[in-house]
C-alpha cells in the first residue's frame, strides 16, 4: 500500500497461542495473514490527497464528512479496495475498530503487533505492584492499558488491519517476538501513565527515541475528539491555517 504504511507477516499460530480461547482466529495455524501499520506519512500525504478529492468531488467539507463520517477508517477501506483488484488469492479482512455484537475487539491488534515481531507491547501487569499504576481520572469507561513501542516510529503509528489468506500457507511458523525497546521500568510506567492519562498531548508516542514521527497537523488532529476534527481539517486542508 505505498510508503504510507508498512506491511508485516502474522503467524496465526503465533497469535493464537498468545490470546484467550475467546480472542482465537478460527483458521489452520499455517495461514498466512498480514499486519497493515500506518506509518507517520499516512496522514500527510495519502489521507489529505484522498480528503481533497473528496472534497474536490462533493463541493464542501461538510458533505464530506456526511458521506464519510468515520474517514480515516473509510478512506482504508478505498485504498484497500484497489489492493484486492490484484489478489490471486481470496482475503478476509479485520480492521482495528471491528467488535462482536457484545462490543468485544474482533482481534487483539496490540498481540498481533508483539508476535509479528512489528512493536513491543507493554502490558501493565507485568510491572503491576501495589503501588502502580496510580489511581487518577480517566476518561469514562476507561481502563488503564497497555502500548506498543516501533523500533522506528516509537509511538507514532497505529495497527490497522490485519489480512487473512485461508488458501495460503506459511512454510516457516517459528515466532519472531520484538526485542524490548525500553529497558527501565520506571521508564516503561512513566510511557503508560502519558499514554493513559495524557494520550491527547501525544507525549507517550516520543518514548523510545523515534526517528521518523507524526507532524504537528497529525499529532493536533489525533488528540481531538472526532466531532471537532472536521473543523481541524477545514481549516487546514482548504483555508490552509
Known amino acids: 500500500m505505498g510508503e504510507s504504511s508498512v506491511?508485516?507477516?502474522l503467524k496465526i499460530d503465533a497469535y493464537?497461542?498468545?490470546?484467550?480461547?475467546?480472542?482465537?482466529?478460527?483458521?489452520?495455524?499455517?495461514?498466512?495473514?498480514?499486519?497493515?501499520?500506518?506509518?507517520p506519512k499516512m496522514f500527510d500525504i495519502s489521507f489529505a490527497k484522498w480528503i481533497r478529492e473528496k472534497l474536490e468531488k462533493l463541493g464542501t467539507m461538510s458533505a464530506v464528512s456526511e458521506a464519510f463520517?468515520?474517514?480515516?477508517?473509510?478512506?482504508?477501506?478505498?485504498?484497500?479496495?484497489?489492493?484486492?483488484k490484484n489478489l490471486s488469492y481470496s482475503c478476509e479482512?479485520?480492521?482495528?475498530?471491528h467488535l462482536w455484537p457484545n462490543r468485544r475487539?474482533?482481534?487483539?491488534?496490540?498481540?498481533?503487533?508483539?508476535?509479528?515481531?512489528?512493536?513491543?507491547y507493554y502490558q501493565p501487569k507485568n510491572f503491576q505492584?501495589?503501588?502502580?499504576?496510580?489511581?487518577?481520572?480517566?476518561?469514562?469507561?476507561?481502563?488503564?492499558?497497555?502500548?506498543?513501542?516501533?523500533?522506528?516510529?516509537?509511538?507514532?503509528?497505529?495497527?490497522?488491519?490485519?489480512?487473512?489468506f485461508p488458501e495460503a500457507k506459511i512454510e516457516n511458523s517459528e515466532k519472531s517476538n520484538p526485542g524490548s525497546i525500553l529497558e527501565d521500568p520506571e521508564e516503561i510506567k512513566k510511557m503508560l501513565e502519558e499514554?493513559?492519562?495524557?494520550?491527547?498531548?501525544?507525549?507517550?508516542?516520543?518514548?523510545?527515541?523515534?526517528?521518523?514521527?507524526?507532524?504537528?497537523e497529525q499529532v493536533a488532529y489525533f488528540g481531538l475528539?472526532?466531532?471537532?476534527r472536521w473543523a481541524f481539517l477545514e481549516s487546514w486542508l482548504v483555508k490552509g491555517n
Open 93 to 97: 479482512t479485520i480492521h482495528d475498530h
Open 225 to 228: 475528539a472526532p466531532a471537532e
Open 7 to 9: 506491511d508485516e507477516i
Open 16 to 39: 493464537n497461542s498468545a490470546v484467550s480461547e475467546d480472542f482465537q482466529l478460527p483458521f489452520k495455524p499455517n495461514t498466512l495473514a498480514v499486519l497493515l501499520i500506518s506509518s
Open 195 to 216: 499514554f493513559n492519562f495524557n494520550w491527547r498531548t501525544s507525549g507517550f508516542r516520543d518514548f523510545g527515541n523515534p526517528k521518523h514521527r507524526y507532524s504537528p
Open 105 to 120: 475487539p474482533k482481534i487483539l491488534m496490540q498481540t498481533c503487533g508483539h508476535v509479528a515481531g512489528a512493536a513491543f
Open 129 to 164: 505492584d501495589e503501588n502502580w499504576p496510580p489511581s487518577k481520572p480517566m476518561d469514562k469507561g476507561s481502563k488503564f492499558i497497555g502500548l506498543s513501542l516501533h523500533p522506528v516510529y516509537g509511538g507514532h503509528f497505529a495497527f490497522r488491519s490485519v489480512l487473512i
Open 69 to 84: 463520517p468515520s474517514p480515516i477508517a473509510q478512506f482504508l477501506d478505498d485504498r484497500l479496495e484497489e489492493l484486492y
